[in-house]
């Protein structure tokens, strides 16, 4: 007895009608949200630094170095993770 296996050549998703301008506004709303939490971020583990000195807490000094490498490490992965995802992925299509 043959099996008959039936395997679709391409399926690529797309979005509905209409909702390609609201994915667009949100993907947008969402880089420019993480950009200004690494803002935020950088100027708080900064803040550390110059608080630890100032005040003689070496502690928060140390951890404000810590975080501003955090940070910087977390901005650059962010910048490559699309890229890597989608040479991993490929376009998409199955």
């Known amino acids: 007895m043959s099996?008959?296996?039936l395997i679709p050549l391409?399926?690529?998703p797309k979005a509905p009608p209409g909702a390609q301008a609201l994915v667009?506004?949100?993907t947008g709303n969402v880089a420019?949200?993480?950009l200004a939490i690494f803002a935020i971020a950088g100027l708080v583990c900064i803040g550390a630094i110059a608080a630890g000195k100032l005040?003689?807490?070496h502690q928060a000094s140390k951890w404000g170095v810590v975080g501003l490498c955090v940070v910087?490490?977390?901005a650059i992965l962010y910048m490559i993770w699309p890229d890597t995802l989608n040479s991993l992925v490929g376009n998409g299509c199955i």
């Open 32 to 34: 420019w949200g993480v």
């Open 3 to 5: 099996r008959v296996v």
């Open 55 to 57: 005040f003689g807490m």
């Open 10 to 12: 391409k399926i690529c």
């Open 72 to 74: 910087v490490i977390a």
């Open 24 to 26: 667009d506004q949100v």
